[in-house]
């Protein structure tokens, strides 16, 4: 993409800002939008009226930044075309991640994904990626080149926090999604074996779970499944971002063999086995699964 360097670092900025400042209106809009729709997104799940209110959102504001050629979301079946694709950004976003705590009132969060590619893209074509969690307080980490930094955010203001957050070098937490009575039995016994090591977290919202593997390393998965191979989660809109994000970090991804990022990106909603956190937990897991 040809715009230059100076275009190109203001149109991430805006993106970060615009999400940074939808954060708050995003949590304070979920009052009274808890319930489903009758419609399904395009991975066949329910959707919930949050789920489809902050997509609109977003896409309204991402989509008019100058430099922002294409959105996409896990809410919606296509591309939204918005700029020149050879003179701008591709921004992916996962709207609301963990929707199905809105029943039960626990975390969660806004993933993106900015990509320097058109859609579907590379994990290794993103630029920035980044992720708003919706806990006690709404936080906000951001990954580029330089590094990741995290923000509290209040209102439309955004404090940073440290501008260089890496995984802790003594791992404690792991979180597995999906019924252990679908696990193959290699992710069955590693999970043995790690639960003598680490404590359990589990939220049900993979960028809150994400999120306390960053403060307190350790390993986060949405693994394979016996009943679907490719497990739950979206390799553009979940996979790819929070991978960058860990590598970022100075842990790593995969999906099993091999980095999230280096996942050949085939369909728009395509799913992905997720394993990410500290390099020694995803090395042995990769490791169990040979
Ligand atoms: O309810 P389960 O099967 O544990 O699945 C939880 C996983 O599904 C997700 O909620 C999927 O994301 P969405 O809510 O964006 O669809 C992840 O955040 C989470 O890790
Ligand atoms: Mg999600
Ligand atoms: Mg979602």
Request: glycine share 12%; charged share 25%; proline share 4%.
């Amino acid at each position: 993409m040809a715009a230059s360097a100076t275009r190109r670092s203001e149109t991430l900025e805006s993106i970060v800002n615009v999400i940074a400042r939808s954060a708050a209106e995003i949590r304070q809009g979920l009052v009274g939008r808890r319930g489903a729709v009758e419609a399904e997104n395009p991975s066949g799940e329910v959707q919930m009226e949050a789920d489809v209110w902050a997509d609109g959102i977003l896409r309204r504001r991402l989509s008019a930044i100058d430099g922002v050629a294409q959105y996409a979301s896990e809410e919606e079946p296509e591309v939204f075309e918005c700029g020149d694709i050879e003179d701008g950004f591709a921004v992916a976003v996962d709207p609301l991640d963990g929707s199905s705590n809105l029943q039960s009132n626990n975390t969660m969060g806004t993933i993106f994904g900015v990509y320097d590619q058109p859609l579907p893209a590379s994990g290794r074509s993103l630029v920035t990626a980044g992720f708003v969690l919706y806990g006690p307080i709404i936080t906000m980490a951001v990954a580029n080149e330089e590094g990741v930094s995290e923000y509290e955010l209040s209102g439309g203001e955004r404090t940073l926090i440290t501008d260089d957050l890496t995984l802790p070098e003594d791992p404690v937490v792991f979180g597995f999604g999906g019924r252990a009575q679908h696990w193959p039995p290699a992710i069955e016994s590693y999970v043995e074996t790690i639960r003598t090591e680490l404590k359990l977290r589990y939220g049900g919202a993979m960028i809150g779970d994400v999120n306390q593997v960053l403060s307190y390393g350790g390993i986060f998965a949405y693994p394979t499944l016996e009943t679907h191979e490719n497990g739950k989660l979206r390799l553009q809109f979940e996979g790819n971002p929070i991978g960058y994000v860990l590598k970022q970090a100075g842990g790593r991804s995969s999906d099993g063999t091999r980095s999230l990022l280096d996942v050949e990106a085939t369909e728009l909603h395509q799913r992905t086995p997720v394993y990410v956190g500290s390099t020694e937990y995803v090395d042995r897991l990769e490791a169990a699964l040979e």
